[in-house]
């Protein structure tokens, strides 16, 4: 699968810039393992520089720790172990010494539209993956605030910037508005929708962002390095160092410098903050911000061409996603298998609320105006025959 192409436009995937593969080239050549500041310290400064530039690019509080890891899933974990451990710890709980089990009961309330990794997550921690509150969404897949019950004792919000069909965001500021100084923990799985944050014309999207207590994102999405690189950013370092810090008498873990393994799950690890410094380092502030708009604008061509053929768009396109139909379910399933075929661009299915669709994503780096063009065309072509 063509998945470094320009018109690969499948799932939510991003291609690799070139000075990514690179660094990723060069990393693996050093092969540092990047768990222990004082055995490597080179690569554990460039994860903790990399941090404080992402924060800055994400418009995050700077007090943020960071965890570099092999994806959102695993972000998602490991800012949901911090949360457990933050909401347990505060009714007298040590969750790391003494388990789930007799713990006093955790309330976790996600959107009807969570990723199914965030659900996954949940229950790797023991907290379950249906012994969940489910909140309504409205059309475009945002948890609607009004249907938050009165929250009170233990308790986890998961939210979302990014709906993987729509691209939509959940009211991340409102959500936090609301439940403000009841102790309740909100997290944001942001796996490619946080990125918003780094273009000033999604601002209004991304309103309160910074009001959350944690947030799980790729890099091998949007900002296009290669695999595997995800990210959680949490608040409290604490409860993050809580969750994850391993000691042993043969591990020197004093530092000056922030000791990686102290933040994530694994213990020997590549150095996968090299490719993130690299693309930070490449494209500065503006550089993510100009990617990020230019995916957006695509996305609106799609659409807006796609649109004036005579398709259906069913999502708004606030995002990189669009989905379109071509009538019924049969058909547009049949546009999707001759499109796969024919081999211009390729785009996946999906049913959204009840409609098949297909799902284009415009995540990568390498894509030109030229090859929506060429995309929509190749389209077009295949709804008419
Ligand atoms: C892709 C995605 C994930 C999972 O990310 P991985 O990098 O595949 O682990 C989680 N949440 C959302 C919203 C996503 O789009």
Not at 96 to 123: C, M, N, W, Y
Not at 239 to 245: G, I, R, S, Y
Not at 294 to 312: D, P
Request: some cysteine; charged content about 15%.
């Amino acid at each position: 699968m063509a998945m470094a192409g320009s018109r690969f436009f499948g799932f939510v995937i991003g291609g690799s810039l070139p000075v990514t593969l690179g660094a990723n080239w060069l990393a693996g050549a050093w092969d540092q393992n990047a768990a222990i500041a004082r055995a490597t310290p080179g690569v554990a400064i460039v994860e903790q520089v990399a941090l404080r530039w992402l924060l800055d690019v994400l418009r995050l509080p700077p007090v943020c720790a960071g965890a570099f890891v092999t994806g959102a899933t695993v972000a998602n974990l490991c800012a949901l172990a911090a949360a457990r451990h933050a909401v347990l710890e505060r009714v007298g709980w040590s969750v790391e010494a003494d388990g789930l089990f007799g713990a006093p009961p955790v309330t976790v309330i996600v959107g009807a539209e969570a990723h199914p990794s965030v659900t996954k997550s949940l229950g790797l921690l023991g907290l379950g993956r249906t012994r969940v509150v489910k909140i309504p969404v409205d059309g475009q897949g945002r948890m609607i605030a009004g249907q938050l019950p009165a929250v009170s004792g233990p308790t986890i919000i998961c939210l979302q910037a990014g709906n993987v069909n729509t691209g939509a965001l959940d009211p991340v500021g409102e959500i936090c508005g609301r439940v403000r100084g009841t102790g309740a923990w909100v997290h944001v799985d942001g796996a490619f929708g946080l990125w918003a944050a780094a273009a000033p014309s999604r601002a209004t999207l991304v309103a309160g962002m910074d009001l959350a207590d944690s947030w799980a994102t790729d890099a091998h999405k949007w900002l296009n390095v290669p695999y595997d690189c995800g990210l959680a950013f949490v608040r409290d370092s604490h409860a993050l160092q809580a969750a994850m810090a391993i000691t042993a008498e043969y591990l020197p873990t004093q530092s000056d410098v922030r000791n990686p393994c102290d933040f994530t799950p694994e213990l020997s690890r590549r150095a996968r903050g090299v490719e993130v410094w690299a693309a930070l380092r490449t494209l500065g502030r503006a550089g993510v911000a100009e990617l990020i708009e230019r995916n957006c604008a695509q996305a609106r061509r799609f659409a807006g061409k796609l649109s004036a053929a005579g398709f259906e768009i069913l999502n708004d396109v606030v995002l990189n996603q669009v989905l379109v139909a071509f009538g019924d379910a049969e058909k547009t399933k049949r546009v999707i298998q001759a499109l796969q075929a024919e081999g211009t661009c390729w785009a996946g299915v999906t049913v959204w609320q009840g409609r098949t669709a297909m799902r284009i994503s415009v995540s990568s780096w390498a894509t030109t105006e030229a090859d929506v063009d060429r995309s929509v065309e190749a389209i077009r072509r295949c709804a008419q025959r």
